[in-house]
């Protein structure tokens, strides 16, 4: 059985599905967790699901990814636009990283057009509401299975 893809969602994600429908979609965590599962079986991998609203807590777990996992997939929430130390923690992972986003931060505000993170994905996945998330999973099996 190939190490885990580590599925990793910044904060305020645990909001999710209960407030700014318009922005966010209407699918809970626990229900974009499915979908991430579902997903990453279909390609004979098994996922870790976690949500912070704490950088330290997500650089832990990165850490934990880099001798646990055999991939990232991001979504960084607020830190994506001003965090070095996730973008370290990533880089010292190194593994393969997909960032991704619900909404399309290019089409929003001018602050969210820079991400962090992108410097260190091999892709980004992003407008697709809950589909961004077993998109970059599907891709993360691809990227792991030829690691
Ligand atoms: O579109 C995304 O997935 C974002 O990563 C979401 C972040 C935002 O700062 C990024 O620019 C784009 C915000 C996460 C807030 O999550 C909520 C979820 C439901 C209700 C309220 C906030």
Redesign the pocket.
Known sequence: MPKPIYVLS????????????H??GTTTLDEVKALCEARAAAAGFTVVFRQSNHEGELIDWIQEARTQGSAIVL????Y??TSIALLDALQAAELPVVE??????AA?ETF?RHSYVSQVAKGVV??LGAA?YELAVEAATRLAAKA
């Open positions: 910044g904060p305020n994600l645990n909001l999710l599905g209960t407030r700014e429908p922005i966010y979504n960084p929430a607020g994506g636009h991704c986003h619900l909404s399309n931060p929003r969210r992003m407008g961004s």
